[in-house]
C-alpha cells in the first residue's frame, strides 16, 4: 500500500490511501469507522450492481444514474436532500463511490450541504484516482458547458483500491492512462520511461505497477496544486492536451470520445504545434505520440479542423478570447503560451483530422 499526503492551502491536509483491496476487501463500514458522525454513501448504478456487497444495508445509500449527462443541478438537490433524510448534520460526511462524476458531483454537494461537511472519496476509476481524487475540484455541467459551475473542496480521505480496476471496461482504462501519459510528458520523465516498459502490464491490469503508478500521479499532481490551489498559473499546466481536447470532444460530439481519448488527440495537436513552432525535436514528439498508440488512444478525429478550432475559444480557460495552450519542450517539461500562432495551430488541429 501507498501513502500519498496532500497539503493543501488553510493547513487541511489529506492522505490518500493507494492499495489493492483496501476497500474491496475490508468493506466500506471498515474504512469508514469512526469518521464523522454519520454518513450518506453516493454511488451510480453501475457500481453499485457491482459492488453491492461493499453497501451494507445499514449504511445509507444514494444511487444516482451513471453517465456524465448525470452531472448536473438536478443531482445536487437529490444528494443534498438526501442527506437530510439520512440525518446529517454538521459533523457528518458524505462519500463519493465512483468515478469522476460521481466524484466531482458528491464533493459538490458536500462543499454547500450545510455550508459544507467532510467528504471521503473512494474512486473506481483509474481517471479518477490519478486526476480527481487530488485538487478538490467539485462541480456540475450546465447545458451551456462542461463544468461552468463548482467549488474548491478538499476532502478528508482518498481510499484507491486498484482492484476496481478489474472491473473497469477498456475504454475507460485507456481513458485513465491517456491522464497518466500527461504526467509523464508534463512532469516527468523517469514516470515516462516508466510508462514505455511497463504499458504492457497496464494494459494486462497488473495491479501492483498500477498501484506505483498511481501513487506517482498523485504526488505529481499534488506537488502542483499545493502551490497553486486556485490555478493562478502553474496549475494550468495539467491542462495539456485539454484546450484542444475539450474542442475535440466537442465538435466530434459530446460521448463520440471519452475524456481521455479526446485529451490523447489533443496532446498530438500540441505536440504537432510545439515541433513547428521548434520547440520541441520530431523524435520527443513520436515517443509522446508512441506511447499514446501503445495504449491503444485514437489517432484522428473525422471534424472540421475550423469547427475544433473556433471551439477552443469558447473554452472556459481562454480568457477574453485569448487562447492560451500548454506546449511541450521536452518529454518532462512544458510551457504556457499565450495567443499562439493562429495559422500554426489550425495547422496542427488540420493534422489530426479526416474527413
Ligand atoms: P470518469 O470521469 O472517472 O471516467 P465516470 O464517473 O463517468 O468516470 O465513470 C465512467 C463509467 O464507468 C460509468 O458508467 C461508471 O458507472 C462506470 N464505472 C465506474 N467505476 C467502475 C468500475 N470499477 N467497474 C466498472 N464500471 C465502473
Ligand atoms: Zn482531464
Not at 481519448?261 to 514528439?285: N, W
Amino acid at each position: 500500500m501507498k501513502k500519498i499526503a496532500v497539503d493543501i492551502s488553510h493547513g487541511k491536509s489529506y492522505q490518500i490511501l493507494i492499495g489493492e483491496g483496501i476497500v474491496v476487501e475490508k468493506g466500506l463500514a471498515a474504512v469508514l469507522c469512526g469518521r464523522g458522525s454519520s454518513c450518506l454513501v453516493v454511488t451510480d448504478r453501475n457500481v453499485a450492481g457491482l459492488y453491492k456487497k461493499l453497501l451494507p444495508p445499514k449504511m445509507r445509500t444514494l444511487v444516482l444514474p451513471p453517465g456524465e449527462k448525470e452531472k448536473k443541478f438536478s443531482n445536487i438537490e437529490r444528494i443534498c436532500r438526501g442527506a437530510v433524510e439520512s440525518g446529517l448534520d454538521r459533523g457528518s460526511q458524505v462519500v463519493a463511490l465512483g468515478g469522476g462524476v460521481v466524484g466531482d458531483m458528491a464533493g459538490f454537494a458536500a462543499s454547500i450541504y450545510m455550508r459544507g461537511v467532510d467528504y471521503v472519496q473512494v474512486p473506481t476509476t483509474v481517471l479518477a484516482m490519478v486526476d480527481s481524487s487530488v485538487g478538490g475540484k467539485t462541480g456540475v455541467d450546465l447545458p451551456e458547458g462542461k463544468n461552468l459551475v463548482g467549488t474548491f473542496w478538499q476532502p478528508a480521505a482518498v481510499f484507491a483500491d486498484t482492484s476496481f480496476i478489474r472491473t473497469l471496461p477498456a475504454r475507460e482504462i485507456r481513458c485513465g492512462l491517456a491522464e497518466i501519459i500527461k504526467y509523464g510528458v508534463i512532469l516527468d520523465p523517469r514516470l515516462f520511461s516508466a510508462l514505455e516498459k511497463g504499458m504492457k502490464f497496464l494494459l494486462a491490469c497488473d495491479l501492483s505497477v498500477y498501484e506505483k503508478i498511481i501513487a506517482r500521479c498523485c504526488r505529481l499532481k499534488a506537488d502542483v496544486v499545493e502551490k497553486d490551489e486556485k490555478e493562478g498559473g502553474l496549475r494550468a499546466i495539467l491542462n495539456y492536451g485539454h484546450s484542444f481536447g475539450h474542442a475535440v470532444e466537442k465538435v466530434a460530439g459530446f460521448g463520440k470520445f471519452s475524456h481521455g481519448e479526446a485529451v490523447g488527440i489533443g496532446m498530438r495537436m500540441a505536440a504537432k504545434f510545439a515541433v513547428a513552432s521548434g520547440m520541441l525535436s520530431p523524435q520527443e514528439e513520436r515517443r509522446q505520440n508512441g506511447l499514446l498508440d501503445m495504449a491503444g488512444l485514437p489517432k484522428s478525429v473525422k471534424a472540421s479542423a475550423e469547427k475544433i478550432y473556433s471551439a477552443m475559444f469558447s473554452d472556459k480557460k481562454a480568457r477574453a478570447g485569448r487562447l492560451r495552450i500548454v506546449v511541450p519542450r521536452a518529454i518532462g517539461r512544458v510551457e504556457l503560451l499565450d495567443s499562439p500562432d493562429p495559422g500554426r495551430v489550425l495547422s496542427a488541429i488540420e493534422a489530426y483530422c479526416s474527413p
